[in-house]
């Protein structure tokens, strides 16, 4: 039992099953490659969707965190990374870096609050969060350019065509997939579902909660700054929408449509989302309402259904003492 | 000008506590965050603005009429919302329940749309609440006056109906101990519902009142929800004081912080909000004790 | 002997509900220790002070001659209390293995969670413990399959994966068959006698008490009534009045 791999499969019941991923990515950059420009559109946003998905389902499905403000950090990725450009006159290659950066930054600053609180007083924490840095971002004209937001600044997707940039999309979010993977198998993420789980327990075992959570939060701050800083390349701007409460929504809704308490959860929604989103308009205008009726008739047909983990444990708000 | 702005975030802070204090209640005993309780508070506001061409535009008499049927209206809502879709999911996790009121607020805010249109609308103020009240040199708008009052009386009127009706025994009841509520021989689902309601009556009610002192559009669901969390992050939930006193301190600060940080006044409440939060971590060790 | 637990003057109110008054007792190194009174007496407060679970407690709390009453959880633990809880609190959607090594992470302080190499080091230290607890077999299993006196095992063994020094035990045999209690009771005893651990434990099998404890404090509406031997327990009257021979 001592071989690593061994432990690998005894530790995480589900290991990454190569075999089934492999042909998976070659077909998705085989149908980019052969789908016209606007498909290769769609399937960009689809995988900057699923990161960000999967960043903010790093936190609820695992830390059991509920974050209403997830958009924040996409919001600040692009901005960090459009003012990097605008701003401090930066090289777009290289203001790449600082997207996910100035996100992991403000989680750093939010979260440090944030994990003081917990359950409802933390979702509600973060949601005041998010409205902040929307906020500033609508308000400061000077430099964040208000709700008209900045444009014009750089060749949208670096240059490339809409197919090669897909390209290099797909690549980005496989390995920042694949990193996050390996984030919640590591002693870390142990760490992480331990918090998730049972708080106290995991006090009472010697573990600073807080700093673990603090760690979660900024890790998923990162990663939502990758996508919105992929996202403001794609289309070579930055609005405050960005950091919105729609997009906060649009995340928890693809990870409850994706399924909880799965490590693919978000990038199943991401993908179910963007069809229906795509899709339903051109049918009915009320996307919210078919959207919103959608989400009532998931919740009210199984309202035990994928919830596992966040039913039993945790959110004992409910009447789970009944 | 101060004093204006006074009158002005006193006027904000009673609408925050009567919206506050309906989620506060509703969570007090249902246990759920009512997410939807911005676009019932945007609802009122909608309703009150075909109400009042109908009944006394322009009167003082139809202007508080139309607010009153608009909160039982959206109370009504609140009513069906409760048994159809919260009432069968109780025993649910928190999220889901959360999520099902999310879907709520998508709904409403189509709906919104569809009957009312994008666009912001007005409504009038009643003529008699114009002007401005002069005392001393000083002169203070009549209508936030008003509606502080207004909602002072329903202040002292819910404070009377919790401690002083059987109805608020057997809220405390349930706040408390839902157990409790069963042995009084109460159906509990009735007490739920009427819960719902309630706070449904008085985020409709609050956004009748606020009508005419701003726009009016399908956007304020959730800039008044996000001012609603401030409050209950400060004061507390389930705790009704906590709700009036971080009410009145988050709309006194905005009213105020506007006229020295006019674009930033809500990163002042941030502020505010943080530094609560951090002596009241400081107080207790450890943050976890249950 | 130093005691390794000095309390003196615990006291912890809720309100004007007074749980504890004026607590004092002293544990020495390497004791089994019960604490037993009817129900309400207060005797799951006082390890939740112990285990600094509690905020508002007065008095002070000597471990190892060190101050320890404002210190949270997880200062205590990593100072060498562990604990298990009187409802089981395992990990209940992780396996069982992975509840031990959660519990083996954690132990090993916050730079083990930057490298995977500690599952690789600590794997077959789990596995003993799981042979330990008689667990052996559900390795895989998830704990919320488990039975509840599998799960009480189960944080008895995470419990021990920390080498604390003074062991706290709420209600360890609750909701267990007569057979199960002594066999896991013993066990307890058993390990931690080898290793010169010292135990605090709350009880209601008398039997058990008076089979695994070398001392006994009897509680009665937050105070401490008597502590001695389990014979000079069952021997006080006072004791006999208002607990043994209340028909408890």
């Known amino acids: ?322 | 000008m101060i004093l204006i702005q006074l009158v002005n975030g006193l006027m904000e802070g009673m609408t925050l506590f009567l919206i506050a204090s309906g989620l506060t209640l509703i969570f007090g005993v249902t246990r759920i965050i009512n997410f939807a309780h911005g676009s019932l508070f945007m609802l009122g506001a909608f309703v009150t603005y075909e109400l009042v061409p109908l009944i006394g535009p322009g009167t003082l008499w139809g202007f508080f009429a139309a607010v009153l049927l608009a909160g039982l209206a959206v109370s009504l809502l609140g009513m069906l919302f409760e048994m159809l879709a919260l009432r069968r999911i109780y025993g649910a996790d928190g999220l889901m329940q959360l999520i099902v009121t999310v879907a709520l607020v998508l709904i409403l805010r189509d709906v919104v749309r569809m009957i009312w249109g994008p666009n912001s609308l007005s409504v009038p103020m009643p003529d008699r609440l114009m002007g401005a009240l002069q005392i001393g040199d000083s002169y203070f708008p009549l209508f936030p006056i008003a509606v502080f009052l207004a909602g002072l009386v329903v202040v002292v009127a819910m404070i009377w109906v919790i401690y002083f009706t059987r109805a608020g025994i057997l809220l405390r009841a349930g706040t408390d101990d839902r157990g409790m509520v069963a042995l009084c021989g109460v159906n509990e689902r009735l007490i739920f519902t009427a819960v719902f309601a309630a706070g449904a009556f008085l985020a409709g009610l609050a956004g009748g009142l606020a009508a005419p002192y701003g726009e009016v559009n399908h956007l304020l669901d959730t800039t008044v929800i996000v001012s609603a969390f401030i409050v209950c992050v400060i004061g507390g939930l389930g705790n009704l004081y906590g709700a009036l006193a971080g009410a009145l301190l988050v709309g006194l600060t905005k009213a105020i912080g506007v006229m020295y940080f006019p674009r930033l006044s809500m990163v002042l409440i941030f502020l505010i909000m943080a530094l609560i939060l951090i002596a009241r971590s400081m107080g207790r060790q450890g943050g976890t004790a249950r | 002997m130093a005691p390794i637990l000095s309390a003196r003057h615990i006291r912890k109110s809720y309100g004007a509900f007074v749980a504890l008054r004026d607590i004092s007792l002293d544990i020495p190194h390497g004791e089994r220790h019960a604490l037993i009174g009817p129900n309400g007496a207060g005797k799951s407060t006082f390890i939740a002070c112990l285990a600094g679970q509690l905020s508002g407690v007065e008095g002070q709390m000597l471990f190892k001659d060190e101050n320890v009453a404002a210190l949270p959880p997880a200062a205590l633990a990593r100072r060498g209390i562990g604990r298990t809880f009187q409802i089981s609190r395992a990990f209940l959607q992780m396996t069982v293995l992975e509840n031990l090594m959660a519990a083996h992470v954690i132990a090993s302080g916050r730079w083990a969670a930057l490298s995977r190499r500690i599952y690789g080091e600590r794997i077959d230290r789990a596995h003993e413990m799981l042979v330990t607890v008689g667990l052996a077999d559900r390795a895989r299993d998830r704990v919320a399959d488990l039975s509840l006196g599998d799960r009480k095992r189960l944080e008895f063994g995470m419990a021990l994966v920390g080498e604390p020094e003074l062991l706290l035990l709420d209600e360890p045999t609750a909701g267990m068959s007569i057979k199960e209690r002594h066999g896991l009771m013993d066990m307890v005893a058993e390990r931690l006698a080898s290793e010169g651990r010292t135990l605090l434990f709350v009880e209601h099998d008398i039997d058990v008490v008076m089979k695994i404890a070398q001392r006994v404090t009897v509680m009665v509406r937050g105070a401490v009534l008597a502590v001695g031997t389990p014979e000079e327990i069952a021997a006080n009257d006072e004791v006999q009045a208002v607990y043994l021979g209340g028909g408890h």
């Open chain 1, 1 to 322: 039992m001592t071989d690593p791999k061994t432990l690998w499969a005894a530790v995480s019941r589900a290991a990454l099953n190569w075999k089934l991923l492999v042909p998976l990515a070659v077909a998705l950059e085989l149908f980019n490659r052969l789908s016209p420009a606007s498909s290769s559109t769609l399937l960009t946003e689809v995988a900057i969707l699923a990161l960000f998905a999967t960043s903010l389902n790093l936190l609820m499905s695992f830390g059991h965190m509920v974050s209403f403000g997830h958009a924040a950090y996409f919001g600040l990725g692009a901005y960090g990374f459009t003012l990097a450009v605008t701003r401090g006159g930066l090289a777009p290659e290289m203001a790449l870096l600082v997207g996910p950066l100035a996100a992991a930054l403000g989680g750093l600053v939010f979260g440090a609050l944030c994990v003081r609180l917990t359950e409802i007083y933390f979702a509600m924490l973060t949601l005041a969060c998010a409205q902040i840095t929307y906020t500033v971002l609508f308000q400061w004209y000077d430099v964040t350019g208000g709700d008209t937001g900045i444009t014009g600044f750089m060749i949208p997707r670096l240059g490339l065509s809409e197919t090669g940039y897909a390209s290099l999309v797909l690549g980005l979010v496989a390995l920042a997939l694949l990193a996050l993977w390996m984030i919640v198998k590591s002693p870390l993420g142990l760490m992480i579902r331990a918090v998730g789980q049972d708080r106290a327990r995991a006090e009472a075992l010697g573990l600073a909660a807080r700093r673990v959570q603090l760690v979660a939060f900024v890790i998923a701050a990162f990663f939502a700054g990758i996508a919105g800083t992929l996202y403001a390349v794609l289309h070579g701007s930055a609005f405050p929408d960005y950091a919105g409460l729609g997009l906060t929504l649009d995340g928890l809704i693809m990870v409850v449509l994706g399924g909880l308490n799965s490590f693919a959860g978000g990038i199943w929604g991401a993908v179910i989302y963007e069809m229906l989103s795509n899709f339903v308009p051109k049918f009915i205008h009320q996307w919210e309402l078919v959207l919103g009726l959608l989400l009532l008739g998931i919740c009210l047909a199984m309202p035990h259904g994928f919830a596992g983990l966040l039913a039993r444990l945790g959110w004992r708000g409910g009447k789970g003492e009944k």
